[in-house]
């Protein structure tokens, strides 16, 4: 999807120049690769980017989260002055401390950038209607977006401070065509609208973008979603604070996701071992951030679980060369549990639990006793669904037969699970099962 076609060869030659200049400059003016890079006795000149990942070591979120905390507000990741910035946000937090994160205005526009091709893929440009159904709170995603949206010429409605009803009477009656929100909020939407007898079989709306969870890839949900939403394609990209947008969804092959190698040097290795994983692997996603230099990230450990697919150097049914990564981010690997000795992702649940007609929200209780944990998933049914006993023992089936456990399924009352209008949040830590 880059305005200019380069073979592998030439692409990572590009990124090879990109990554000296990014040494260079934070060899001479970023504190905190400063004493990380000179305690190694490591230096800027690199061979090739064999050689640099051979010798530079990773960064983590915990070493950063501690930095900013001996060096507040903001740490010692900075290359310039702080008066040469001009952004700051933060991550959600959803994994441990959150970060502050400040952009200059270059590094900003260098996310801009980033998240058109996010635009580009999904076929969305000048006079389209984009709908942000966010709180503007101060987390990057949703600032990038829509301000990239505007450079490319497209008409932006913030939807931030109104109730749900109000966004889809404002989607509805100005003709947006595009819904930039999380999965989880889609759905919800979704189900609001039956709830007030609107009907979104007249929806303008013709593009749902995604991000924030894994569902936007999961097969089971995308389908929920475009059943819910006639007419409309679900579109994934994921990114993080830390690192501004990453990928975008190919537009070939559903829930494929490509990592925008214009902007990032990916690697994906073994979590434990820390080697790099084969082709058609999983692992976990590192990156490197070449055009952030004010605030850069060094071969970051993103905690995401992905698995590259096993093209080599061919490019990609839509033409790009660009890391393909199957089934897009499948997981958080903080968010693994371990259940009776079974590594268990919540996107694996995830698409079970919608490929299952009738669910309108779920729970999962994880249970850490005495003992081994156990695992237990609460069923809110559609208010129209025919639940029944049955129906969660189905369920349950289901349940055991993807995952070799045995998982009780409880049915909730209608309207009595929490709805999310950012990430959901459906996995509950506790040392008390539900009660029946």
């Known amino acids: 999807m880059s305005a200019i076609k380069l073979n592998r060869a030439e692409l990572q030659e590009r990124q090879l120049y990109l990554l000296r200049s990014l040494l260079s400059a934070v060899f001479d003016a970023n504190p905190f690769y400063q004493r990380k890079y000179q305690a190694?006795?490591?230096?800027?000149?690199?061979?090739?980017?064999?050689?640099?990942?051979?010798?530079?070591?990773?960064?983590?979120?915990?070493?950063?989260?501690?930095?900013?905390?001996?060096?507040?507000?903001?740490?010692?990741?900075?290359?310039?002055?702080?008066?040469?910035?001009?952004?700051?946000?933060?991550?959600?937090?959803?994994?441990?401390?959150?970060?502050?994160?400040?952009?200059?205005?270059?590094?900003?526009?260098?996310?801009?950038?980033?998240?058109?091709?996010?635009?580009?893929?999904?076929?969305?440009?000048?006079?389209?209607?984009?709908?942000?159904?966010?709180?503007?709170?101060?987390?990057?995603?949703?600032?990038?977006?829509f301000d990239a949206a505007l450079q490319m010429g497209g008409c932006c409605f913030p939807g931030g401070g109104v109730s749900s009803l109000a966004r889809l009477k404002t989607i509805m009656e100005l003709g947006v065509n595009a819904l930039c929100c999380t999965p989880s909020y889609a759905l919800h939407l979704a189900e609001v609208a039956a709830r007030e007898k609107l009907d979104l079989s007249g929806s303008p709306v013709r593009h749902l973008i995604v991000a924030g969870e894994p569902g936007g890839s999961v097969p089971a949900t995308r389908r929920r979603l475009e059943l819910l939403w006639p007419g409309a394609k679900v579109h994934d990209h994921h990114g993080m604070t830390e690192v501004g947008p990453v990928s975008y969804e190919c537009p070939r092959v559903p829930g494929r996701l490509h990592v925008i190698e214009s902007a990032f040097i990916p690697e994906v290795i073994?979590?434990?071992?820390?080697?790099?994983?084969?082709?058609?692997?999983?692992?976990?996603?590192?990156?490197?951030?070449?055009?952030?230099?004010?605030s850069p990230l060094i071969r970051y450990r993103t905690g995401d679980r992905v698995q590259p697919a096993p093209l080599g150097d061919l490019p990609c049914a839509c033409g790009s060369l660009d890391l393909a990564l199957e089934g897009g981010i499948t997981g958080r690997l903080d968010d693994m549990v371990i259940i009776r000795g079974v590594n268990v992702f919540p996107s694996a649940v995830e698409e079970i639990i919608r490929a299952c007609p009738g669910v309108a929200e779920y729970r999962v209780r994880v249970m850490a006793g005495d003992g081994l944990a156990e695992m237990q998933v609460e069923i809110e049914p559609e208010e129209t669904a025919n639940w029944n006993d049955l129906r969660s023992q189905e369920l349950a089936s289901r349940l055991q037969s993807a995952l070799a456990l045995r998982v009780p399924v409880l049915t909730a009352p209608c309207g009595s699970l929490p709805r999310f209008e950012g990430k959901g949040r459906r996995w509950l830590k506790t040392s008390e099962p539900a009660s029946p």
Request: hydrophobic letters at 35%.
């Open 40 to 145: 190694l006795g490591l230096t800027p000149e690199i061979a090739s980017q064999e050689d640099f990942k051979c010798r530079f070591p990773f960064t983590v979120k915990q070493e950063l989260a501690e930095d900013q905390r001996q060096n507040p507000p903001f740490g010692s990741d900075l290359t310039y002055p702080l008066n040469c910035y001009i952004r700051c946000h933060q991550t959600s937090s959803t994994s441990g401390t959150p970060l502050r994160w400040l952009d200059t205005a270059e590094s900003w526009q260098w996310m801009l950038e980033n998240w058109k091709q996010v635009y580009r893929a999904a076929g969305i440009g000048k006079g389209d209607r984009l709908f942000f159904a966010f709180s503007f709170g101060p987390f990057l995603g949703l600032w990038t977006a």
């Open 270 to 294: 073994d979590p434990l071992t820390l080697a790099p994983v084969q082709a058609g692997e999983a692992g976990e996603l590192v990156l490197t951030t070449l055009r952030r230099v004010g």
